[in-house]
């Protein structure tokens, strides 16, 4: 019977990437699932593409899915959430605006056609 060599880490021909935190492809992968259905890691995923990725950590203990996202007033976001800088609570409310539409887009940009 073989044994397979004990491998504590490194001696290893094989690259282990790691399976989490990947930058590019991560919209693309949120926008083919509709927001209706994400669960709180893709709501963070979704404002770390929006540049808003400051209120991950809110929104993790929070609990925000996607559903709660997208019943999300301003007066929400200041009051329920305490996001207090106008700026912020704008960005994040034009982009629930784009859900809510049905057109958010990893390129940002709209749908090809004639």
Known sequence: PRVPPA???????????PAAGGGAGTAASISAVPPAQWNAVTVQRFLKTKGLEELCV??????????????????????????????????LALAIQELRRGSFSSNGGGRSGG
Do not use: C, H
């Open 7 to 17: 491998v504590s880490g490194a001696a290893s021909g094989r690259s282990s990437a």
């Open 58 to 91: 809110t929104f993790q203990q929070q609990g925000v899915t996607g559903p709660v996202l997208m019943s999300l007033t301003e007066q929400d976001l200041e009051s329920n959430l305490g996001i207090k800088k106008f700026g912020l609570r704008r960005q």
